[in-house]
């Protein structure tokens, strides 16, 4: 149904001809959605600048006020550039594009970053573009990310959800978070990333996810 091949982050082949393990970042992995739409997903660059605005502005004002906690159409450059400043290790992101979609548009990402100090705890955030959601794009996602997180030794993710966000507290939910409090109508929720993988792993229901885990997971 999917795979995994060596396509690199601007979607040019890379063939690996030799014995060396391919990096987690240079694994770009072909599904499908729940109803059948391709896509793709692979880490997110510095280079996806644009297509992260792109994608922002294609949220509904909903669904940026969710995820952003603002409505605003166009968000500050702080805030973009810190969306693109990722490192693979203190900041780790997936994206996905609809590969049978004309241009190949950017339809959703997630986000892990560590906190200050170097730790093994991180915060965790998702997105996915208003057409596409509830089509289980939003939890192969995040499969990528905890397989990813695991890498680079994140053990933990906070998760801050307005309380209002009924579909995001399920989403975390059903990956085994803990609710730890909450303040000012938010939500906070700890997600542990070796559970949140296993709970994935026996969603047998989510061929998509299970097409992720086959693909960076190996035979796990």
Same mark, same amino acid.
């Given at each position: 149904?999917?795979?995994?091949?060596?396509?690199?982050?601007?979607?040019?082949?890379? $063939?690996?001809?030799?014995?060396?393990?391919?990096?987690?970042?240079?694994?770009?992995?072909?599904?499908?959605? #729940?109803?059948?739409?391709?896509?793709?997903?692979?880490?997110?660059?510095?280079?996806?600048?644009?297509?992260?605005?792109?994608?922002?502005?294609?949220?509904?004002?909903?669904?940026?006020?969710?995820?952003?906690?603002? *409505?605003?159409?166009?968000?500050? *450059?702080?805030?973009?550039?810190?969306?693109? @400043?990722?490192?693979?290790?203190?900041?780790?992101?997936?994206?996905?594009?609809?590969?049978?979609?004309?241009?190949?548009?950017?339809?959703?990402?997630?986000?892990?970053? $560590?906190?200050?100090?170097?730790?093994?705890?991180?915060?965790?955030?998702?997105?996915?573009?208003?057409?596409?959601?509830?089509?289980? &794009?939003? $939890?192969?996602?995040?499969?990528?990310?905890?397989? @990813?997180?695991?890498?680079?030794?994140?053990?933990?993710?906070?998760?801050?959800?307005?309380?209002? #966000?009924?579909?995001?507290?399920? &989403?975390?939910?059903?990956?085994?978070?803990?609710?730890?409090?909450?303040?000012?109508?938010?939500?906070?929720?700890?997600? @542990?990333?070796?559970?949140?993988?296993?709970?994935?792993?026996?969603?047998? @229901?989510?061929?998509?996810?299970?097409?992720?885990?086959?693909?960076?997971?190996?035979?796990?």
């Amino acid at each position: 149904m999917g795979g995994a091949d060596g396509e690199d982050a601007g979607g040019q082949a890379g $063939r690996h001809t030799g014995a060396r393990p391919r990096r987690i970042d240079e694994i770009a992995v072909h599904s499908t959605l #729940n109803d059948g739409t391709a896509v793709w997903l692979r880490t997110i660059t510095p280079d996806d600048e644009e297509l992260l605005r792109d994608g922002i502005a294609r949220l509904s004002a909903e669904s940026r006020y969710l995820r952003f906690f603002s *409505p605003a159409r166009e968000l500050p *450059p702080a805030v973009i550039e810190r969306l693109v @400043d990722v490192d693979g290790h203190d900041h780790i992101a997936w994206g996905a594009i609809c590969s049978e979609c004309p241009g190949w548009p950017a339809i959703g990402a997630v986000h892990a970053v $560590r906190h200050r100090g170097g730790g093994p705890v991180g915060e965790f955030s998702v997105a996915v573009i208003d057409e596409f959601q509830g089509r289980g &794009l939003a $939890r192969m996602m995040a499969a990528a990310l905890l397989v @990813d997180c695991r890498a680079a030794g994140l053990v933990e993710l906070d998760v801050h959800i307005l309380s209002e #966000n009924a579909a995001a507290k399920r &989403l975390v939910k059903s990956m085994g978070a803990v609710w730890t409090g909450e303040s000012a109508g938010v939500a906070e929720y700890c997600l @542990d990333v070796e559970g949140a993988l296993a709970a994935l792993r026996a969603d047998r @229901d989510a061929p998509g996810v299970q097409d992720v885990l086959r693909a960076l997971e190996g035979g796990e």
